[in-house]
């Protein structure tokens, strides 16, 4: 277990509404990501962090914010939740130093967005 | 950037037999593939990785094999028992940024 908590496990909500999701790490890792899941199309990438106010893109980031003010906690944002965002949410941190590192992930969040 | 094919989609196999799962990359600078398995309902664990100085790599039941040449690289599974059955990912980091990048993932059937 790498450390990895994320809140909420489950939510529901309704369209148009702004839903944050949070991932904490306890072990002060430096690199942390964000990946929806859904049928037939594995884990994708939405944003990645690699370090305090230091953020990127993903494969499919559109509609998507994150925020990260504190090493430990790498937050997700939909600004106005649509029903194509309902998925499984996993967040993952990259252990070690550099480049090439193992990724651990935490037990996901089920977001059903009605 | 970094594409990950994967195949099969779906793999059955007899409980004792082996289980190849094979998965082609786009970025020939890409240096680490790891391989994970998840069970319904629950996340993603790492099961093995390899780097891309390194050929093979075993770990009891379970190897990796990595071909440089022609991109590919594939999970082998020996001696397949009831516990295997779960989907298994694999991935590959694009070598110009910190991103990984997924296949798509193999149901794998054991049947007892």
């Known amino acids: 277990d790498a450390g990895i908590t994320q809140s909420p496990r489950h939510k529901v909500t309704e369209t148009g509404t702004p839903v944050t999701l949070r991932c904490h790490q306890t072990e002060n890792h430096r690199y942390m990501y964000w990946y929806r899941q859904d049928p037939g199309h594995g884990l994708r990438l939405i944003h990645y962090s690699y370090g305090v106010k230091d953020t990127d893109k993903g494969e499919v980031s559109d509609g998507y914010s994150v925020s990260r003010s504190k090493t430990e906690d790498f937050l997700l944002t939909l600004e106005s939740a649509t029903s194509s965002q309902t998925s499984v949410y996993f967040c993952?941190?990259?252990?070690?130093?550099?480049?090439?590192?193992?990724?651990?992930f935490g037990d996901g969040t089920r977001l059903s967005i009605l | 950037g970094e594409n990950v094919e994967q195949h099969p989609s779906t793999l059955s196999v007899q409980e004792g037999d082996s289980a190849v799962i094979k998965c082609t990359y786009s970025?020939?600078?890409?240096?680490?593939f790891p391989w994970y398995k998840q069970e319904l309902g629950k996340r993603p664990q790492l099961i093995i990785d390899i780097r891309s100085n390194v050929g093979e790599k075993k770990d009891q039941r379970i190897a990796v094999t990595l071909n440089k040449t022609a991109k590919h690289f594939s999970l082998h599974i020996t001696e397949t028992q009831p516990e295997d059955s779960a989907v298994y990912f694999c991935a590959a980091l694009d070598s110009g940024t910190y991103k990984y990048i997924f296949g798509t993932g193999t149901r794998l059937k054991v049947l007892a």
């Open positions: 993952a941190i990259s252990t070690g130093q550099g480049k090439g590192q193992p990724q651990h």
């Open positions: 970025d020939s600078a890409s240096n680490y």
